[in-house]
């Protein structure tokens, strides 16, 4: 995941994964994905060691000194 997310706005330091990155301020989880290149369709968020519904993460403003896991949905067999 890359360090740097931004995309013009102030800067907030947040841990995505456990690596320290900087999102804009305002920026919500559908944004950092969007950001990302990531489907939220596969994949799943937690934010401060809560999940966040898929249906919540437009809604769902970053804070400074957050922290996300971002993990793939692997379906087996």
Do not use: F, Y
Request: one cysteine or more.
């Amino acid at each position: 995941m890359p360090n740097d997310v931004m995309g013009g706005g102030g800067a907030m330091k947040i841990k995505l994964n456990g690596q320290s990155c900087e999102v804009d301020a305002g920026t919500s989880i559908a944004g950092l994905l969007d950001r990302l290149q990531l489907d939220n369709r596969v994949l799943a968020v937690e934010r401060n060691l809560e999940l966040v519904s898929r249906t919540e993460h437009a809604a769902t403003l970053l804070a400074e000194g957050d922290r996300l896991e971002v993990v793939t949905l692997v379906g087996g067999g």
